[in-house]
């Protein structure tokens, strides 16, 4: 009877812990950026509408004048959103900020200041992929001799770079 009990109180406790994990998990989160600005968790991407929990990471973000902050899940998506202000309903003068993750230190950067990289090797379901390091040296690092990749500057980046190769699917929810 007492071994019973204790199973019955292990099995309550294991499933409270269970069925309480999806409730911190969800919790909302910030994260902060270089100039103060906040990204709340979670959000959907603007370009695949890909939820972002803090699991997944956030590795890029803009920050208009009014104080609106869009982030995004992948490099490459920033950039469709960047070079395609009419579809997406803003104008460049409007932009205060761009941020990125940088590869190495995992530290947001200023998206103009950094390079990236970028090759065909680096494409997965959503398009192409790109890097962001802090400096060129970092980046050529990164590549390793590899002339399939490709090193450009902020200004450098085009649609062309960053365009995925099928038209994408919009995740669902």
Known sequence: ???TCRRFVLVIGVLVVMLSAPVYSNATQNVELPDGSKIQLPFSCPICEMKVEA???VLGALVFANGKV???D???ELFRYLLS???FGFTP???KKAFVLDHDS???IEAKDAVYVIGPEMAHMMGREMEAFSNKAAAEKFIGGNNDKKILAFSEVSLKDVAPKKKMLKMKH
């Open 106 to 108: 995992k530290k947001f």
């Open 55 to 57: 699991n997944i990471g």
């Open 1 to 3: 009877m007492q071994k």
């Open 93 to 95: 003068k409007d932009l």
């Open 70 to 72: 869009v982030a995004f």
């Open 85 to 87: 202000p009419d579809t």
């Open 74 to 76: 992948n490099i490459s």
